[in-house]
């Protein structure tokens, strides 16, 4: 009886086990960073749920793009973990926080504007090349083959974000809105599980917001994508994210869920400047 009992556990447990990781599949831990006497961070803690969308809210200066950089190793913090699929990446170098597959875009478009769209998404695929100097120069054999990959690939996401009366055209001579989409395209091409998005809808008028809501939705459906969101439009954040957290001067003000948070008195105090 014992013996059958215990084959009757080891499922069980496995089942406990996939949950936990699903339920902390990206975890912030007592995140802390200072520059000079300014506290940026201060023991942030936060999860993430695997295939949902994590708002970060807070009004300018809370914190929220420090914590991105913080993530993707362009800042080193002070104290904290980043732990992401149950292991902790807190002292990768940046390039290896890609490579374990956490891609992000950025607040200020950081685009290649003499380039064209394609040439600026194939960018994205950097990260995935494993030839070596002599193939690259050469262009032969698995150089080869990864060039094809890599244009499929580009070609797939410009088809999903309909880019593609923008493929041949200089970054420089596409309007804004399309410019955003390039940069999320990049980072799509990556192929990341985590993606971090600071204000994607900072520039976009009302139907590319509508637009990029819908792509949000379609990115976790179709590539399995979970996103962490930094965003100051609320009626996105409320309307696609499943958690948010509030963060004023670095701190944690409230986590939960979108209609609760944007409640909470101290966020209104803080994001909104009224007193609840």
């Not at 339920?23 to 006497?37: A, W």
């Not at 023991?43 to 993707?72: D, Q, R, Y």
């Not at 149950?86 to 875009?105: C, F, M, W």
């Not at 380039?115 to 080869?144: C, E, P, Y």
Request: aromatic letters at 8%; glycine letters at 8%; a negative charge.
């Amino acid at each position: 009886m014992a013996k059958l009992k215990g084959r009757q556990d080891v499922p069980e447990k496995g089942l406990v086990t996939k949950k936990m990781m699903e339920e902390k599949y990206f975890q912030v831990k007592d995140l802390s960073i200072h520059f000079g006497g300014v506290q940026a961070l201060d023991m942030v803690n936060l999860e993430v749920k695997h295939k949902s969308v994590h708002g970060i809210i807070g009004p300018n200066g809370a914190g929220k793009t420090t914590l991105f950089n913080c993530i993707s190793r362009i800042y080193k913090a002070d104290h904290g973990k980043v732990i992401f699929k149950g292991k902790d990446i807190s002292r990768l170098k940046p390039y290896q926080v890609v490579s374990k597959g956490i891609a992000r875009t950025f607040q200020n478009i950081e685009l290649f504007k003499n380039m064209t769209v394609m040439d600026n998404m194939l960018l994205g695929r950097h990260s995935k090349r494993q030839t070596s100097i002599f193939s690259d120069a050469l262009f032969w054999g698995k150089a080869q083959k990864q060039e094809l990959e890599s244009r499929e690939k580009v070609e797939e996401i410009i088809d999903f974000l309909d880019l593609q009366a923008y493929r041949n055209m200089p970054i420089n001579n596409v309007p804004y809105g399309v410019q955003k989409n390039v940069e999320l395209g990049r980072a799509l091409t990556m192929e990341p599980e985590l993606l971090l998005l600071d204000e994607p809808s900072s520039g976009l008028n009302v139907e590319e917001t509508q637009d990029l809501a819908f792509w949000i939705e379609d990115i976790i459906e179709d590539f399995g994508i979970t996103i962490l969101l930094v965003e100051h439009d609320m009626r996105l954040v409320v309307d696609i994210c499943d958690t948010i957290t509030a963060v004023d001067y670095g701190r944690v003000l409230a986590q939960g869920k979108p209609k609760e948070v944007v409640k909470d008195p101290a966020v209104v105090k803080a994001y909104l400047g009224e007193e609840g």
